[in-house]
């Protein structure tokens, strides 16, 4: 039986969540904004606040019983059935430099399970939703990841290099880095987007915080691909920050498996 959380309703309310973002954000795009550093040093804009302050209004106007996680307000109610996890400008450092890699993240989950995602990128106008038990759309038309059967022939996204902190995942991901074929950097949301609609084959972060990864669980899983941290495990709310999508399961696990090994 398909989930409430699944409903037309609860579709459509998550496109407005978006649409009210992305009007905020594109009236900030490329205007002299002031940057401000938050506690871990990490920017943040009026257009973070504004974006998510809005998001926030129609959550509690239409499904007042829902929580909310946001990276720029913080929790509110989180232990309810269903809950919101917001990120309003995931890529901030690209927003503020005027690079349209950047997207609005939402998730919801049901009982802590992910079960609809969107990456909305305003500026380009393009939207990714991943809803549980459909396939992934993209500005409404579905698409797929691409084969994949061996790490040689790999695309491999990730933001940055220095978001491998500790020093265990720094070896990990180079020894990954350097039997794919093509690694890239500097993609932010956008790349599992581009891995989902076929572009891009392995995206492997870590220090994510919840609101960076649980959104790109319906729209990863939903195209055909897999996403976990790096045990294999599910992502949740609780997840470590280590994520490794996939458009292809063979290269998924052989991307595990060179992790594992440092």
């Known amino acids: 039986m398909t989930p409430p959380a699944c409903s037309e309703a609860t579709i459509a309310l998550a496109h407005r969540l978006a649409d009210a973002a992305g009007q905020v954000i594109r009236g900030y795009f490329r205007t002299p904004v002031a940057v401000d550093d938050k506690a871990d040093a990490s920017p943040v804009t009026v257009a973070d606040r504004e974006s998510e302050a809005a998001m926030r209004k129609l959550i509690n106007a239409e499904q007042p019983s829902h929580g909310i996680l946001g990276e720029e307000w913080g929790p509110e109610n989180t232990d309810a059935e269903w809950v919101w996890v917001l990120d309003p400008v995931d890529g901030t450092k690209a927003f503020i430099t005027g690079k349209p890699s950047f997207g609005t993240l939402i998730a919801l989950l049901h009982h802590g399970v992910p079960v609809l995602g969107i990456i909305d990128q305003p500026i380009l106008g393009e939207r990714w939703l991943g809803v549980a038990g459909r396939p ?112 292809d399961a063979r290269a998924h696990q052989a991307a595990l498996e060179v992790l594992a090994e440092t």
Do not use: H
């Open 136 to 247: 992934t759309t993209l500005n409404g038309k579905p698409i797929t990841t691409r084969d994949c059967p061996d790490l040689k022939l790999a695309a491999l996204y990730a933001t940055a290099p220095e978001m491998f902190v500790e020093e265990g995942d720094i070896k990990a991901f180079e020894t990954l880095r350097r039997q794919v074929k093509l690694p890239r950097y500097g993609a932010d949301c956008y790349a599992y987007g581009l891995l989902a609609a076929g572009f891009v084959d392995l995206v492997v972060e870590a220090s994510l915080q919840p609101y960076d990864y649980l959104s790109m669980v319906a729209v990863i899983e939903g195209a055909g691909g897999v996403i976990t941290d790096w045990q294999g495990g599910k992502l949740g709310l609780g997840s470590d920050g280590r994520v490794v999508a996939a458009g």
